[in-house]
C-alpha cells in the first residue's frame, strides 16, 4: 500500500539542502521546501516535480523570520497530515527548535529532526 511520506527542508534551495530534496524525492518522498533564493527554489521545484513525478511545495520565505517560519509551518500542516522528516541549515540551529515546535504535532514519533551544513 502506497503511504504518502513528507520531508520538510528548510533552507535547502541549493547546495547540501538542494542535494536532500533530491534524495527524499527519489525515494518517493513529497517535498515541502522553505528558500529566500526564490529563483533556485522554484527551479528545483520544477526539477524534482519532472525527474521524480513527486509533489514539491515550494514556500519562499526567510527562516530567519518568526513570521515566515509560522506561515511555513501553518501552510505544511495545512497541507500534510504529518511529516516525517525535518531537515535544516546548521546556520539556523538556533532556530532548530522553533521549527521543530511549529511542526510538533506533524513531526511523527520517531520522524527524523536533523541539521545539514
Known amino acids: 500500500m502506497f503511504q504518502n511520506k513528507i520531508c520538510v527542508v ?14 527524499y524525492a527519489g525515494n518517493s518522498y513529497h517535498i515541502a521546501l522553505m528558500d529566500s533564493d526564490k ?3 522554484n527551479s528545483l521545484k520544477e526539477k524534482v516535480e519532472q ?13 530567519g523570520s518568526e513570521e515566515d517560519l ?4 501553518g501552510a505544511v500542516m495545512g ?3 504529518k511529516v516525517d ?3 535544516y541549515r546548521t546556520d539556523i540551529a538556533e532556530k532548530a527548535g522553533e521549527i521543530a515546535g511549529l511542526l510538533r ?8 529532526v536533523r541539521a545539514f551544513c
Open 10 to 23: 528548510v533552507g535547502g534551495a541549493r547546495g547540501r539542502g538542494s542535494s536532500l530534496v533530491e534524495e
Open 39 to 41: 529563483k533556485s527554489g
Open 51 to 63: 525527474k521524480y513525478g513527486r509533489k514539491v511545495f515550494f514556500f519562499h520565505g526567510d527562516a
Open 70 to 73: 509560522e506561515l511555513f509551518a
Open 79 to 81: 497541507q500534510y497530515e
Open 85 to 87: 522528516c525535518l531537515y
Open 105 to 112: 504535532d506533524c513531526v511523527r514519533r520517531g520522524g527524523v
